[in-house]
Nanobody
Framework: QEQLVESGGDSVQAGGSLTLSCQAS???????????MAWFRQAPGKNREGVVS????????YLADSVKGRFTISRDSAKSTLYLHMRRLKLEDTAIYYC????????????????????WGQGTLVTVSS
């Protein structure tokens, strides 16, 4: 079964750190590692927004201004897993974080093209408290 499985959501205090994981399974290693992968988030009462996307390696093709300098990504190709490393978390980072993936060309491997992603995880909740 082709699926994305997120994990790592938790409740943390402002200023803390958290790492989310997204494992792509059922796609085959080569195919999964060719995908554009991204993290999106949806805060209570707000629209979904792109956080970060990556096509190959670990250089983001997109990084939201709100997380620059605080969030980074890494990718374990052997495990078809994308990690989102979140530091200096703020109250406004509270959201359900979704992993997304798909065989997208570079121009669409972008947080502004959420509708183009074929596969989505179930979401993992991150709650930041004061």
């Amino acid at each position: 079964q082709e699926q994305l499985v997120e994990s790592g959501g938790d409740s943390v205090q402002a200023g803390g750190s958290l790492t989310l994981s997204c494992q792509a399974s059922g796609f085959g290693l080569t195919r999964a590692n060719s995908f554009c992968m991204a993290w999106f988030r949806q805060a209570p009462g707000k629209n979904r927004e792109g956080v970060v996307s990556v096509l190959t390696g670990e250089q983001p093709t997109y990084l939201a201004d709100s997380v620059k300098g605080r969030f980074t990504i890494s990718r374990d190709s052997a495990k078809s897993t994308l990690y989102l490393h979140m530091r200096r978390l703020k109250l406004e980072d509270t959201a359900i974080y979704y992993c997304a993936a798909g065989p997208l060309p570079p121009q669409y491997c972008n947080g502004d093209y959420g509708h183009a992603f074929n596969y989505w995880g179930q979401g993992t909740l991150v709650t930041v408290s004061s």
